[in-house]
């Protein structure tokens, strides 16, 4: 298994190894692998010649500073995880000095609103990061194909919305999110939970499930109230939000319309550790 920590290095040998026909898969991440992240790497190898999965917590995309310190960083544990899945997979496990050459800060970016909302009003700047690592990461590998969960269904948007205004030429694939048994979404921060705490989350799965079969035939407004009163009957969570929004422009649902997706999106803390999910309402 080859692992680069120098974007160059990695450059060189996907130029040498290359041909005319080849496809690259790319799996961007911050490590802390689960299946979630597994599963998008088999899906790249099912279509691609090459798979190219990067590891690394960027800095530009946390608002807060204790988040960004505490992010799990497991590279060893990481690496043993990819290669159980194929050792042909490479490793760009780079440093923030080789992703942002001295200027560690993000670029600002207009991504027609998608960024104001949800997470945009809670994490200020962070869609600004994320935006400024993607592209950053997509010059470095050139990957015909990238593929992200939609846990982060936001992001996914705001990633192919990326696309289309700098006019990158990538494929953007989103894939199902991975739960644990008790429908917890997967996520590389669950690592932070204690056993009862990870038990307790099946409440956000069970009350997003409710939330869908409720949407048939209630409003939005009465959908996010039964949310809301969930939560605050629960001492162990407090609900940062609860959103349902049009899947296309993130906009939250004043109205339902028949003729648009809907999708309902949450954050909530657990002991200052944030866990998000999503789940599509038609």
């Known amino acids: 298994m080859l692992v680069f920590n120098k974007k160059v290095d990695l450059q060189t040998h996907l130029k040498q190894n290359c041909s005319n026909n080849s496809t690259i898969g790319f799996v961007p ?11 998008l790497l088999k899906k790249s190898l099912e279509n691609n010649t090459i798979t190219v999965i990067s590891i690394f917590v960027n800095p530009t995309q946390f608002n807060n500073p204790e988040d960004l310190k505490k992010y799990p960083r497991t590279l060893e544990n990481d690496v043993e995880k990819i290669k159980t899945i194929s ?9 923030v000095e080789d992703i942002y050459e001295g200027k560690t800060k993000s670029q600002h970016y207009n991504f027609d609103g998608l960024e104001n909302q949800m997470e945009g009003k809670f ?3 962070h869609f600004d990061g994320v935006g400024t690592v993607v592209k950053k990461l ?38 199902p999110i991975y739960r644990e ?23 956000i799965y069970k009350t997003m499930n409710e939330a869908k079969k409720l949407f048939g035939t ?14 605050k009957n629960n001492t162990m969570f407090e609900l940062e939000y609860f959103e349902i929004a049009d899947e296309a422009t993130l906009l939250t649902c004043k109205r339902k319309n028949k003729n648009k997706k809907y999708r309902a999106f949450i954050a909530v803390f657990v002991n200052k550790i944030r866990l998000i999910d999503t789940i599509s309402l038609n």
């Open 181 to 203: 048994a008790n429908g917890l979404a997967m996520s590389s921060r669950n690592e932070r939970l204690t056993e009862e705490q990870k038990d307790k989350a099946s409440i």
């Open 87 to 95: 050792k042909e997979i490479l490793v760009y496990a780079p440093s």
């Open 138 to 175: 997509f010059e470095i590998v050139n990957p015909t194909n990238a593929y992200f969960g939609e846990k982060d269904f936001q992001q996914l948007q705001i990633v192919k919305k990326l696309v289309e205004k700098e006019k990158l030429a990538v494929t953007i694939i989103g894939c």
């Open 29 to 39: 991440t911050m490590g802390a692998l689960h299946k979630g992240h597994l599963s």
């Open 123 to 125: 994490r200020p700047g």
């Open 218 to 231: 209630k409003s939005a407004k009465e959908v996010s109230e039964f949310v809301t009163k969930a939560f």
